[in-house]
């Protein structure tokens, strides 16, 4: 399918050997975007949660530690960073490498809270994002073994969808939505959002949604 | 010369833009005065004036600002501006410019995410919980997804302008996905004020991620709910209704507008496994009865 009816007019490419990066108004309001909210996670500082005490009149303010907080600022930042590369990237195994760098630092940003609820949501989600990637890059291998491609480019011009290329395109998916924790992985992940830390919440998940949506694009791109 | 006629498009595009977010604004507001006016009709309450919704968003931006301590900042400030942003954009990749329907949902993203986390940056617990159901209430929003997928296995085509295209030639895509467009009427109605599925704004919850937010902060969350509610009005009767006049879009609007005021003024709203259990399902017969049609046909 062309790349231009997906994401609007091509602004430009960058041809590097058969992978060659290009970029539409979709691709570059996603990756603006990512950039705008990265810098203004990286200079908030976190909220603090008020929360009643039972049985009492008295209230408990619940903060990030500083420690904690420069662990999670980071691993937000990178996060931010894996998410921009992923929308702007023309190759697929980039953008499969970005998704998985993406489930490690969110595993991270979640793992870095001292709470064994959080802890244990994190632990599961860990386990998932595990499982997904041997459908994620298994998927990006038969893609590979199907087309003789990794270039979004060329797979876009590929007039006919085999079966093979079919059920590698499903593999992918089902990566993807394990290693971004979407439904139907998402109970995994709807702990993380109890704990405080707003910011570093918003760019878990940021990065899935956009993940999502490119990889909405990536998977038409391929069959339709 | 060829500058000459560079500003000139350049002026004529900026003067385009202007024009069409200060419609959404403006009609945006009147269309949810209208809504709140039909519910208190069909609740045997005289309601407010339609342009309630309107004054009260002027209203906020002259009213005194505080912050709370909490609040995590400048992010608890950054994040309304910005969901005021995305609606624009939203503005300008569809009614200005006919975009690519990808980024209209990219935006809607956005929306999701920055309306989430507006409530959990001030620290009250009412906002965290807004933002908690929020995370819970997108899990049912991802058929949306699909139901763009389903268009555009219909029409081939994400770009707005050629959809509307398809349509002049084969007829609108409400008779040929019928149960699509559905699913699109069931995420307006999650999104209209006092829905059945608003989990993130229930009244256990205070104003949800509203809360905490007073105003000019207020203003711009106000301004922005103006603009999503004519947008999506907007893409909905574009993608399955086009090509429209302009007064089609008028009544069609209104006609939306008011169908979901008679649904939200006569249904409680669902608590929260119910309401994304009840949209999941909707979506996942609207979606797989979608592609059954297509297949059959």
């Known amino acids: 399918m062309d790349i231009t009816t997906l994401g609007g007019s091509l602004l430009g490419t960058i041809p590097l050997g058969d992978i060659v990066l290009y970029l539409t108004p979709f691709h570059l309001f996603m990756f603006g975007s990512i950039l705008i909210f990265t810098v203004i996670i990286a200079i908030s500082r976190t909220e603090t949660q008020v929360e009643a005490i039972f049985g009492g009149m008295k209230e408990k303010k619940v903060s990030v530690d500083l420690s904690e907080f420069k662990a999670r600022r980071f691993l937000a930042i990178v996060c931010g960073v894996a998410t921009a590369g992923a929308m702007i990237t023309g190759d697929l195994f980039n953008f499969i490498l970005f998704v998985a760098l993406i489930g490690i630092v969110n595993i991270g940003i979640v793992s870095a809270v001292k709470q064994i609820s959080v802890l244990d949501a994190a632990f599961h989600y860990g386990l998932i994002a595990m499982m997904s990637s041997l459908p994620l890059f298994g998927g990006g291998a038969m893609i590979l073994a199907s087309t003789g491609t990794l270039s979004l480019f060329a797979i876009s011009q590929i007039p006919h969808t085999s079966l093979m290329l079919l059920f590698a395109t499903i593999m992918f998916g089902i990566g993807v939505a394990g290693e971004t924790g979407i439904a139907p992985f998402f109970a995994t992940k709807a702990e993380m959002f109890r704990t405080p830390g707003s910011p570093f919440i918003l760019i878990i998940h940021l990065s899935s949604l956009f993940i999502i949506i490119r990889t909405i694009e990536i998977i038409l791109l391929i069959v339709a | ?297």
């Open chain 2, 1 to 297: 010369m060829i500058q000459k006629w560079f500003s000139r498009d350049i002026m004529y595009l900026m003067a385009d833009i202007v024009v069409n977010v200060l419609i959404a604004f403006l009609f945006g507001s009147i269309l949810l005065g209208l809504h709140r006016k039909v519910m208190a009709r069909i609740q045997l309450r005289p309601g407010p004036p339609i342009i309630q919704h309107f004054l009260h968003s002027l209203k906020f931006f002259f009213k005194e600002t505080s912050f709370p301590k909490t609040a995590a900042m400048p992010f608890y400030v950054a994040i309304v501006v910005i969901l005021c942003a995305i609606w624009v954009t939203a503005v300008i990749v569809g009614p200005v410019s006919q975009g690519s329907l990808l980024i209209i949902f990219g935006v809607y993203a956005l929306y999701k995410i920055v309306e989430h986390n507006s409530g959990s940056s001030s620290g009250s617990p009412y906002g965290k919980m807004s933002c908690v159901r929020a995370v819970f209430s997108a899990a049912a929003e991802l058929p949306l997804f699909a139901v763009i997928a389903i268009v555009y296995l219909k029409t081939g085509t994400m770009n707005i302008a050629e959809i509307i295209a398809y349509q002049s030639v084969h007829g609108a895509l409400i008779f040929s996905v019928p149960l699509a467009t559905i699913v699109f009427f069931v995420l307006i109605l999650s999104k209209s004020p006092y829905s059945p599925f608003a989990i993130t704004k229930g009244k256990d919850l205070v104003s949800g991620y509203e809360t905490e937010h007073f105003g000019f902060l207020r203003g711009f969350l106000m301004l922005s709910e103006s603009m999503s509610w004519y947008v999506i009005l907007w893409v909905f009767l574009t993608i399955f209704l086009a090509p429209l006049s302009l007064v089609g879009y008028l009544v069609g609007m209104i006609v939306i507008t008011a169908i979901t005021a008679i649904i939200n003024a006569v249904t409680p709203i669902f608590n929260p496994n119910h309401s994304i259990m009840t949209q999941i399902s909707i979506a996942i017969v609207g979606i797989g009865g979608s592609l059954l049609l297509m297949l059959i046909a």
